[in-house]
């Protein structure tokens, strides 16, 4: 049986609660009979590509890392469900093929994970290891440092920031200052986004918490078993509305027996707190309980890094403030494997949370190295902690009544060893191990023997259809299009995206198409961006394909028949396209579909300027890339490999999709029998020098992603790409001699300094 277990992070890049229990959970599953373990981790690493991954082998663990440092993400709503994120996961899925998902956390991954897991009839098992499908900041504490209860009925408005709701274009905008800019310009910016929250109001931001609450409660309703480590969270999720919970207990490695009774002999009660020194965790509560109590009585050892909490750093600066007093020991992150030696120095492992802590890691590891522990009489640390028995409660964020349980530690001599004595047994990781097989193997019974990627199950009725259609100034045109869509013997629903024309065109075809969606971005971010604002709009619908169709095209009636045909006859197909025809001269053949060499980059249009006669009027052809102009995408493509390139701006990124497609298990086919008639040139003018310097910059662009070389082929590659397009401008009656060559070399360079975009 194979488990794929999916975590925000990984030991020992990141070492918090849930990361130390997946990785020790994962070493116990591939000890169990018959298993073998991947882990899907997410890593930040700001010198590593984005949304790259890579793999590593842990001793008997299968781990694959995503990087994201949140460079793609331009919206509040994809910080939690970003699709080109999703489709790197869903990448790695397909190669572990597991019987099982396991989904421990999904924070800085992307929520449509489960989603994609259960398309391909994959069980799926979520456990919650704390409020973040609740609340987006994970503790359910405010932006003030209070407790909450969560978004409620009416939404969160004071914890989503009017600045995070702004425009993809602010949202770059405002990393790039975070990146580069100096202090001065940082503060300013964080002042403008608090004032944008006042001019704003909170309207959207309480829209924006309510969205994010009803997606992941349907998240949670997807999952074939969800998990409550602790009965405050399985209280929490069911007042949030999530019906099927279990409630199951973690395990933890057992340190050696000697390790938990090697306690020294010093005179002054040790005490230790554990976890990021951060507001949720409450240091500052032991720190000023520290001071109520006797000079020289207790010592304190700190085992964490002072950390900001949610980008705010004023508690980290005061808190860093107080570490140099004499009675207190800071002594930095702990690896998890020398945690019992540590804490067998210690008397008492205090846990002063001020948040809702569900299940704290940290107070299993106190437990399993014979530790007594204090902890705020709150949520999960009540559930754990028998007060007077194994260890003692105190009121939240009451350093005086913190200060009184410790004293009697002080006053009470036989205290310590009764609480001691009241730990009872450890349930271990290997216990936890085998009932989480036993229940995945149950899970496994009820979905079948084979963990095969299988088809959607809507796939069982009539596709659901959208067709996109761009519009950059060329309103007429537009409407041309949408109507041969309309009349078409299968008609989609049909979403026109002007691309920031500033000319009249969205006001202009509303009017003439009553009925048709259309979608306005606000600047022209190039072909890629518009066509992709259509297709988010398209996929949020529910559209099992989607069909790209450029403003100058016109299509027969038959022709999305013919395509949607193509797809439902083999599952393997992910992008079918017509022959493309001239307008100009109908019956020559523009394109029928690409030949595209990775190693040379050479690419030429199969069929071009031959008589459609030639071609034939039958069958499905299997090409390396076809013209987006007119293509029918299936759905699941868009959820594996992410949208079009919008680096390309224009050209290219048809041949870059469809090569990214191919990488990722899908057919480009072109279907001989169906037809569209473009004309071409429209937006940008078939003179114009901008075509050849777009097409120069991502043709090399699109070569270098599709097959990585080494340094001199590559750099022999591009001097080729470079003189296939200075034969073309040498030899093409429509580009203009000097700029044409001007624009092959700015191109190249533009392609060698990384400047992509408009």
């Known amino acids: 049986m194979r488990i794929l277990l999916i975590v925000h992070g990984y030991p020992p890049a990141s070492c918090g609660g849930t990361e130390t229990y997946v990785a020790a959970l994962a070493g116990a599953l591939s000890r169990q009979p018959g298993v073998e373990v991947s882990v899907l981790a997410r890593e930040g690493d700001p010198l590593r590509p984005e949304l790259a991954v890579r793999h590593e082998r842990r001793g008997s663990i299968d781990l694959h890392l995503v990087n994201n440092t949140f460079q793609v993400c331009e919206s509040f709503e994809e910080s939690y469900t970003n699709p080109r994120l999703a489709a790197a996961a869903d990448a ?21 994970i489960v989603a994609h897991c259960r398309r391909r009839e994959i069980p799926v098992v979520m456990t919650l290891n704390d409020y973040w499908y609740i609340c987006h900041r994970g503790q359910l504490i405010d932006r003030d440092g209070h407790r909450c209860d969560g978004p409620g009925d009416g939404g969160c408005a004071r914890c989503i ?17 975070r990146l580069r800019a100096a202090p001065g310009v940082r503060t300013a910016l964080s002042l403008a986004q608090g004032a944008a929250q006042v001019l704003l109001g909170e309207g959207r931001s309480r829209a924006a918490s309510l969205q994010r609450s009803r997606q992941m409660r349907d998240l949670c309703r997807q999952a074939d078993l969800v998990l409550a480590p602790s009965r405050t969270l399985e209280d929490a999720y069911r007042r949030f509305g999530v019906d099927r919970l279990e409630w199951i207990d973690q395990g933890i490695d057992l340190p050696p027996a000697d390790e938990r009774t090697a306690r020294g002999h010093e005179p002054a009660l040790r005490v230790a707190f554990a976890g990021s020194l951060m507001l949720s965790k409450g240091p500052h509560v032991l720190l000023d309980a520290l001071d109520r109590l006797p000079p020289g009585a207790v010592t304190v050892d700190l085992f964490g890094s002072v950390a900001p909490y949610h980008g705010d750093e004023r508690y980290a600066h005061a808190l860093s403030a107080r570490l140099g007093d004499a009675r207190i020991r800071h002594l930095g992150p702990v690896p998890h494997h020398a945690m019992p030696a540590l804490l067998a120095r210690v008397d008492l492992l205090v846990v002063p949370s001020v948040w ?21 009489r709150l949520g999960g640390m009540a559930d754990m902690v028998r007060d007077g028995v194994d260890g003692l409660l105190f009121e939240p964020g009451d350093a005086a009544s913190l200060a009184a349980q410790l004293r009697r530690a002080l006053e009470e001599p036989d205290l310590l060893p009764r609480l001691r004595a009241g730990i009872g047994p450890v349930f271990s990781i290997d216990d936890d191990a085998r009932q989480l097989v036993e229940r995945y193997r149950g899970l496994r019974a009820g979905a079948g023997a084979s963990g095969a990627p299988t088809a959607d199950p809507r796939s069982s009725g009539p596709p659901a259809l959208a067709a996109v259609v761009l519009n950059y100034r060329t309103p007429d045109q537009t409407w041309l299009a949408v109507r041969s869509l309309q009349t078409s013997s299968i008609a989609p629903r049909v979403i026109v995206v002007d691309n920031g024309s500033a000319d009249g065109s969205e006001p202009h075809l509303r009017d003439r198409l009553p009925g048709v969606e259309v979608l306005q971005t606000g600047s022209n971010g190039g072909f890629s961006a518009g066509c992709n604002t259509g297709i988010r709009s398209a ?14 095209v016109v299509l027969p009636p038959e022709t999305i028949g013919q395509l949607t045909d193509a797809l439902a006859g083999d599952p393997r197909i992910g992008l079918a396209a017509p022959v493309i025809l001239s307008r100009a001269e109908p019956d020559v053949i523009a394109s029928a579909g690409m030949i595209f060499s990775a190693r040379t980059g050479r690419m030429r249009h199969r069929a071009a300027g031959q008589r459609l006669a030639a071609l034939g009027d039958a069958g499905v052809h299997r090409v390396d890339a076809v013209s987006g102009c007119a293509v029918l995408v299936r759905r699941q493509v868009f959820e594996r490999i992410g949208l079009l390139d919008d680096a390309c701006f224009f050209s290219f990124e048809d041949v870059d999709f469809c090569l990214r497609a191919r990488t990722n298990g899908f057919d480009t086919v072109c279907v001989a029998g169906a037809v569209a008639y473009h004309e071409g040139g429209r937006t940008m003018g078939k003179r114009s020098p901008r075509r050849v310097y777009y097409g120069v910059r991502n043709h090399l662009r699109v070569a270098g992603r599709s097959a990585p070389l080494g340094p001199a082929a590559a750099a022999l590659r591009g001097a080729m790409i470079v003189m296939l397009n200075v034969a073309y401008v040498l030899r093409s009656p429509d580009v203009p001699l000097a700029g044409g060559l001007a624009s092959v070399g700015r191109g190249a360079v533009d392609h060698l300094r990384g400047r992509y975009g408009a």
């Not at 790695?92 to 449509?112: A, E, G």
């Not at 600045?163 to 993809?168: E, K, M, S």
């Not at 809702?356 to 705020?376: L, T, W």
């Open 356 to 376: 809702i802590e569900n299940a704290p890691f940290v107070i299993r590891e106190a437990f399993a190295a014979g530790v007594p522990v204090v902890a705020s």
């Open 161 to 177: 920031p009017a600045a995070a709701l702004a425009p993809a274009a602010a949202w770059r905008a405002a990393r790039g200052l």
């Open 92 to 112: 790695i899925v397909d190669r572990v093929r597991p019987d099982v998902v396991h989904v421990q956390h999904l924070t800085c991954l992307s929520t449509q």
């Open 539 to 552: 996929l949020a619908w529910g559209a099992d394909a989607v069909l790209l169709v450029n403003s100058d």
